[in-house]
């Protein structure tokens, strides 16, 4: 099921779905705080940021990763 950020957020840091404002689909970490880039947020060195298209994050989606 599609969550709007505005209404809640994740419960437990993982890998989600996420929809942009433009429609486009991608995969994202989130933390616990903050949404990271999955590819990145696997390698420890990586300090968590907000980078690229995140911010236009817009709906977060519960089921399994596109990529599981």
């Not at 505005?6 to 996420?18: E, H, K, L, N």
């Not at 990271?36 to 519960?62: C, E, N, Q, Y």
Request: charged share 30%; proline share 7%.
């Amino acid at each position: 099921m599609w969550h709007c950020i505005d209404d809640a957020v994740p419960p437990r840091p993982g890998t989600y779905s996420i929809r942009l404002f433009t429609g486009a689909e991608r995969e994202a970490y989130w933390t616990g705080k903050v949404w990271v880039r999955a590819r990145k947020s696997r390698r420890k060195a990586v300090t968590p940021m907000i980078r690229g298209d995140l911010h236009l994050l817009r709906f977060w989606h519960d089921g399994p990763a596109m990529n599981d």
